[in-house]
């Protein structure tokens, strides 16, 4: 059973899709009946610098709408991991990108073949952030995959979709493959 509310940040390089995840996971969350806030954050480089989006779910209202420390990190660069890991919650868990992720410290990290996967099995690099969103659905269950699927329709361009859903359904594997998170 889920303790609400959950905030996660996705942390990445700008132009890895953060912001897009985020959207994404937001609205499944409002599909799914929960109680929603985003916000992102741009480092000083539009594209390249260390950015995140963060989503808030909740049973209950959110009183406050930013993430202090993240129960869930997704992160898909190493520059960000070195960033935001140390922030994330002491019960908090880790997806990392094992492409990009060489894991430090000693927080519990779960390494995602994530542009693996999307190279290898979705046939486009660039979908790696959608194996990254599946793998925190499969693995914390924090929302349904119809209502994931209902928000890549909504938010997401036609020419991205198929690609992206079927990295989302890879994803779901790696994740579910993973066990239940809390």
Known sequence: MTEWPVGVRFGGLGGQGLVTL????????????????????????????ATY????????????????????????AQEAFELYSPGVDSRGVILADSFFIKP??????LLIPGTRTAIEEAGNQVAANFVMLGALVGFTGLVGEPEVKAAVERLVRERFREVNLKAFALGMQLGESEGRWR
Not at 104 to 109: D, F, K
């Open 22 to 49: 985020g959207a994404v996971l937001a609205e499944a969350g409002a599909l799914s009946g929960l109680r929603v806030a985003a916000s992102q954050h741009y480092g000083s480089r539009a594209r390249g610098g």
């Open 104 to 109: 430090s410290g000693e927080q519990e990290v």
């Open 53 to 76: 989006s963060d989503v808030i779910l909740s049973a209950e209202e959110i009183d406050f709408p930013h993430i202090i420390h993240p129960d869930v990190l997704v992160v898909l």
